[in-house]
């Protein structure tokens, strides 16, 4: 698995929907891209200049919403993750 650094964060995207409500089958060109996903795994934090930590606001099990294009896109085996900054993302669903 992966260990992200300082304040990165690892997110499972969602996957792209393939079929409309409607039952149309969407081409890859037609399709958004995710801004919706699982933390699975987070840093230690910020390190600021005077050597304090900042503790990350997001934990693993959180439904996040990020940046449309924040990011590195990485595949294992099947899956797709995104590695990104904190900062890249904008809130936490509850």
């Not at 300082?6 to 958004?32: F, M, Y």
Request: charged fraction near 35%.
């Amino acid at each position: 698995m992966l260990r992200p650094l300082r304040d990165k964060v690892v997110i499972k995207t969602s996957k792209e929907e393939e079929v409309t409500a409607g039952g149309i089958v969407l081409p890859d060109t037609a399709k958004k891209k995710p801004q919706e996903g699982e933390v699975i795994a987070v840093g230690s934090g910020k390190l600021l200049d005077d050597g304090t930590r900042v503790p990350m606001n997001v934990k693993v099990g959180d439904t996040v919403i990020y940046s449309k294009y924040a990011g590195t896109e990485i595949r294992l085996g099947t899956d797709e993750y995104l590695i990104l900054d904190e900062d890249s993302i904008y809130a936490v669903k509850e």
